[in-house]
């Protein structure tokens, strides 16, 4: 055999080698991909599956009244009229025995007159000045800052109080006797006025009080 068939023999040898591992590898390659794709496909369905069901913000949602908190805040809104009635009765009638005191007459109802010494009567005068503790202006005050302070400064509850105020005042002429005196119905009206002020500062709108 010369070198030229040996050298031809080998070079077919190596090339069958070559094409046997080049087809060799194109196999594992093949293989190595379809096995990465099927784990990807069962890694993927381990980690997220859809759920079927469904959510919708228009679902409606079932709201139970809270009685007991109800009833209980209606009690007390009846508790804090109560409270201002009783005051403005007390207040009004201080007020209106004050005013007698200071004319010289003490009158705890109207059909009763008793004089009063010169020390109580100068007193009751200083009281019932526009500057006094019991005159006009501060004694609407005292009301005014009482109501505010049941309600929490609610202006919702602002004609709540405004009407307690009115019985107040009702029950107070009741245990007078008849109308209380001119201090009195001064202060009434200054109080109605501060009711009026009240809403008009809280954006609300009411008929002005007479």
């Given at each position: 055999m010369s070198v030229n068939g040996v050298t031809g023999a080998a070079s077919v040898y190596e090339t069958y080698?070559?094409?046997?591992?080049?087809?060799?590898?194109?196999?594992?390659?093949?293989?190595?991909t379809t096995t990465d794709a099927a784990s990807k496909k069962e890694d993927t369905g381990a980690v997220y599956e859809p759920s079927k069901e469904t959510t919708t913000d228009s679902v409606k949602k079932t709201y139970?009244?809270?009685?007991?908190?109800?009833?209980?805040?209606?009690?007390?809104?009846?508790?804090?009229?109560?409270?201002?009635?009783?005051?403005?009765?007390?207040?009004?009638?201080?007020?209106?025995?004050?005013f007698n005191s200071a004319n010289g007459i003490w009158s705890i109802?109207?059909?009763?007159?008793?004089?009063?010494?010169?020390?109580?009567?100068?007193?009751?005068?200083?009281?019932?000045?526009?500057?006094?503790?019991?005159?006009?202006?501060q004694t609407s005050e005292r009301i005014l800052d009482f109501a505010n302070a049941l309600t929490g400064g609610d202006p919702d509850k602002i004609e709540e109080m405004r009407d307690a105020f009115?019985?107040?005042?009702?029950?107070?002429?009741?245990?007078?006797?008849?109308?209380?005196?001119e201090i009195s119905q001064q202060t009434y009206d200054a109080v109605m006025s501060?009711?009026?002020?009240m809403a008009e500062d809280a954006g609300l709108?009411?008929?002005?009080s007479n």
């Open positions: 080698q070559t094409s046997q591992t080049d087809v060799k590898t194109a196999e594992q390659a093949a293989e190595k139970t009244q809270n009685s007991s908190l109800v009833a209980k805040m209606k009690a007390d809104q009846e508790e804090h009229q109560k409270q201002l009635q009783s005051i403005v009765e007390q207040m009004l009638s201080k007020q209106g025995q004050t109802l109207a059909g009763g007159n008793l004089e009063v010494d010169e020390a109580t009567k100068l007193q009751a005068q200083k009281d019932i000045a526009e500057d006094g503790y019991w005159g006009v202006k009115k019985k107040g005042y009702e029950q107070a002429e009741k245990t007078w006797g008849g109308k209380l005196p501060g009711f009026d002020k709108t009411v008929e002005k």
